[in-house]
């Protein structure tokens, strides 16, 4: 009994003991698991000259197009090229039973024969007649016959020699041949089809792919904002004024060639309130497709006092694109920011900044906002 009551009486000592302990281990426990400051790189935003990037989306049209139409009657006897399949200028496509017009021509080529036998009667009974009627030996009136009727046969041959070039012209046609160079598509009558010539049966339809032509509709009123910033000096042109045009594919992978603006609308659309600009890119690799929609940056000119900023600065999001900014405490922030384009490797911030602030560019996917940071020797955008 006199164990066990020892055993009991030791007990709140223990408790004590074990809380002061506790009370240590809480008072020293921040102090000893405080995390240094992250260091991070920053670059300190300067007011430089910055392309003046517009995006716009637009839609892809073929340089020229043709529609194939037939210029005969007849069957489709054969098609000579392969759809979808880049053809030369005056390339066959398609062959027309050409039995018909062959007879045609040779029914053409006999008038002509006839008409030259009889032109050739008529000039011998004429020259005959003229040396008579010197003599008085005929009458003046047959004289004058014979002539009227050299006159006929002749304007009868002429007749005759363009019925023939018309059954040749109507036989060529039976060889349907490509009027451009470009992609052939799909055929649009088979083999055994009847064609017609009067109601201009299409076969096919051509598009020349290199260049092609990229169409943007902008807003009449930010055509107009940008005319006003150009003149106030806000936008500068390049001397030859020539606005450079990059297009991204729906993945955003831009075109290796850019493209120049070459053709700019200056009526406005009634019905939409937009203007209507032409790129005109080159397309030798045939990535861009007649119909296809896309996205171009248009380069107008440069900004005088506009920012940058590297493209690993930039956290591009859903919804919006943010940056980290350190500010004077060296507490690190999130910051919203417009984007207006990449030129060089570098984002051209539209807004959300201002000169002298300092950005991360290397280390913000390892902090939070709000957390101290360590900020290595600043660093100013490239001029």
Known sequence: MGIRRSRAQCWPWLIVLTVALAGCGREDGPAAGQRPPVRVDVETVTAQAVPNLVELPGRVEAARSAEVRARADGIVERQLYVDGTDVAANAPLFRIDPRDLQARLQQARASLASAKAARAQTAALRARLSALVQRKAVSVQEYESAQASFRQADAALLEAQAAVDRATLQLDHATVRAPIAGRAGRAQVSEGALVSAVGATLLTRIDQLDPVFVIFNPSHIAMNELERGITAGRVVLADDRKVAVTVLLDDGTPISTPGVLDFSETAIDPATGSRTLRARL??????????????????????????????????????????MVVTDDGIAMRR?????????????VQSGLKPGERVIVDGWHKIQPGQPVSVASPKEAPR
């Not at 591009?316 to 694109?321: A, H, R, T």
């Open 336 to 348: 919203p920011v417009m984007l207006a384009g990449q030129s060089g490797g570098r984002w051209v």
């Open 282 to 323: 080159p397309n030798a690799e045939g990535r861009l497709l007649p119909g296809q929609f896309v996205r171009g940056i248009l380069t107008v000119g440069t900004v005088p006092n506009g920012i940058s900023l590297p493209e690993r600065a930039i956290q591009v999001g859903e919804d919006e694109s943010s940056v």
